[in-house]
């Protein structure tokens, strides 16, 4: 059975992807990972936020210390920074595994992040996702203000590193396909859809804030698998899914919408390292229940341009739901 495929142009043996998440910390998860049939790992982001402090302590050794403390900061701040300890991963799973590893950026602005891309490619990141977790709270942005920053932040990534670079989306786009098509045309060398936004609950005992982790269930495949499905075959880029797979069978209808790669990471943290196995296991046998050979038979079989009826992806499909929905 085959069941390779490519993603940004990377040679994968499967499709399913360890998405960022905290297993990726650690080298050994990492080596287990690989062990279960992991495709490819995503390591957990490095914030913008943690660069910028590290710039900051920088700026302020220089500033009290003079021009002659540049000569001793590798050895006092950059081997303990979270931004060197980073690298640091990347370079150790580089050597610990065959497998690509891909690094993740974090933020929300240009700060950071352009000198410190090009730190991860000499690293000997595989690929970077850039992950703009940019929350537009502020009243007077525009819709045309908030896509021009993801676009903007992507060109200055990809000018400055020729590693392949990903976006990794929320769905909140007034225009989800046009913005896709605009940074598709900006050089993106792929999508991955969709970016859990963590949202805060509200404590009514305490009366704070709760920043709790929800890790997602299989009932969220459904808004992905809709524009993966509508995106397929549109765009040159790569299409990966994120969010709600928790077993074999989410996998093969990500695949079947069109997806090149399916990534999880709330199965792994539930189950463990080891359930990796139990997906790509689960994954051969659900192509072998339908006498299919290789991934490629199936991706992209049930896409909007593919299938005989596409308004099952349209407004007619929500209207017919709605009309047999029981009047009790």
């Known amino acids: 059975m085959d069941l390779k495929t490519k993603y940004l142009g990377l040679d994968l043996v499967n499709p399913l992807i360890v998405s960022a998440c905290t297993l990726g910390h650690s080298v050994d998860n ?54 060197q300890n980073y690298l640091d991963l990347i370079r150790k799973a580089r ?28 690293a000997g990141a595989s690929a970077i996702e850039l992950n703009v977790y940019f929350l537009p709270t502020d009243l007077a942005l525009t819709g045309h203000q908030v896509e021009q920053r993801y676009v903007e932040i992507l ?19 007034s225009a989800l396909g046009d913005m896709v098509h605009q940074l598709d045309q900006a050089g993106a060398d792929g999508f991955v859809l969709f970016n859990r936004f963590y949202q805060p609950d509200i404590d009514l005992e305490e009366l704070t804030l709760q920043r709790d982790l929800n890790l997602s269930h299989r009932g969220e495949i459904r808004l992905p698998l809709l524009w993966l499905g509508a995106l397929s075959g549109q765009v040159k880029g790569s ?37 990796m196995k139990t997906l790509l296991d689960g994954l051969k046998v659900e192509l072998e229940e339908r006498e299919v050979d290789s991934v490629s038979r199936i991706r992209g079989k049930m896409s909007r341009s593919a299938v005989a009826d596409p308004t099952a992806f349209d407004r007619a499909n929500y209207i017919k739901i709605l009309k047999g929905a029981p009047r009790g």
């Open 30 to 83: 990492i080596r287990k990972l690989e062990d279960n049939g992991a495709a490819a790992v995503v390591l957990p982001s490095i914030f913008q936020e943690e660069i910028e402090g590290h710039i900051e302590d920088i700026e302020v050794i220089l500033a009290e210390s003079g021009a002659e403390a540049a000569t001793y900061l590798p050895s006092s701040i950059a081997d303990h920074s979270g931004p």
């Open 95 to 122: 050597s610990a595994v065959d497998i690509p590893i891909i690094a993740s950026l974090n933020g929300s602005s240009l700060t950071g992040w352009t000198d410190y891309a090009k730190q991860i490619e000499q």
């Open 155 to 173: 060109k200055a990534v990809k000018q400055t590193v020729k590693i392949p670079v990903s976006m990794k989306l929320s769905p909140y786009f």
């Open 239 to 275: 299409l990966a899914a994120s969010s709600g797979v928790q077993t074999a069978k989410e996998v093969v209808k990500y695949l079947f919408v069109g997806a090149d790669a399916v990534m999880t990471a709330s199965a792994l943290i539930r189950h463990g390292v080891g359930y």
